[in-house]
């Protein structure tokens, strides 16, 4: 595969993160895959946000006040309801806010659709731009999203009836999704997402996990690429800061690519990129564009498109 410069939550350094704001500049600028997250409403709707539900940082209800912690799950809000909610600026006094100062605020932003995505992509006349579908399921919170089965017979219903099916990769921490749309839809490339560090880890080199669907590594010698292999994933999407050039090395032996996540500092994506990884995930696509540039990658075609 080609280098793939992708573009975090549309490229959240940008724009409001996962909304038509952030995929319409990331777009308009040029980006080889678009990654998102989505999440299932209770009447079965797919809307695209990274959190399980109303992210207190980012929705604003009617009265201009922002949610209280820990927001209400999707699972549990009709979308009429859930369109109710602005997340066009980030909370000024949050960390993310402080993470991000240069974002644009897009007041009156609206928590999209995935069919709502789907029409501005065919509005830019992009056909080429592919899109990074991460399925936001956690094994230990289930009561927060639709069971494995039900969240991906839905996401692959609505692929099919939009005709996108063949411009999409599906990935998960959760790696029973995966294994699933393998089963269902083995044509649509599977990406296992994986976090080795802290207490967010996902997965384990020396013990199990109940994030991996019972393919751990410890059974194949401590390897995660070779659990992976095993479990068919077609792409690695490791945490950038547990990966080495011997670890890609042997990804690479197995045949999977290795696109790492999420690379914002310009000094982390020259050295991904020299490591020899196959993709980078960033919220800076900007940022990623001049390097590759700078490396001699080819950079896709923007574009331009408004919301």
Known sequence: MAFDLEAHRGGRALFPENTLSSFANALTMGVNTLELDIGVTSDQAIVVSHERGLNPDLARGPDGAYVAPPGIPFVQLRLED?????????????????????????????????????????????????????????????????????????????????????????????????????????????????????????????????????????????????????????????????????LISESHGLGIPVVVWTVNKPADIARMIDMGVDGVISDHPDVLRQIAGDKGLALPVGSPVTP
């Open 82 to 246: 859930v369109k109710k909610y602005d997340v066009g600026q980030i909370r000024p006094d949050s960390t993310y806010a402080r993470q991000f100062p240069d974002q644009h605020a897009v007041p009156g932003t609206r928590i999209p659709t995935l069919k709502e995505l789907f029409a501005l992509v065919r509005k830019s006349g992009n056909r080429d731009v592919r899109f990074n579908i991460e399925t936001k399921i956690d094994p230990n919170h289930p009561q927060e999203s639709p069971d494995p089965e039900r969240f991906v017979t839905l996401l692959l219903d609505l692929l099919q009836a939009e005709k996108f099916t063949d411009r999409v990769m599906v990935q998960s921490f959760d790696w029973r999704t995966l294994q699933l749309v393998q089963k269902m839809n083995p044509a649509i490339p599977t990406v296992y997402l994986t976090l080795q560090s802290g207490k967010g880890a996902t997965v384990f080199l020396d013990k199990a996990s109940n994030w991996t669907a019972g393919f751990n590594p410890v059974d194949h010698g401590g390897s995660l690429p070779r659990a992976i292999k095993s479990a068919g994933g077609a792409i690695w999407s490791p945490y950038f800061g547990d990966v080495t050039p011997a």
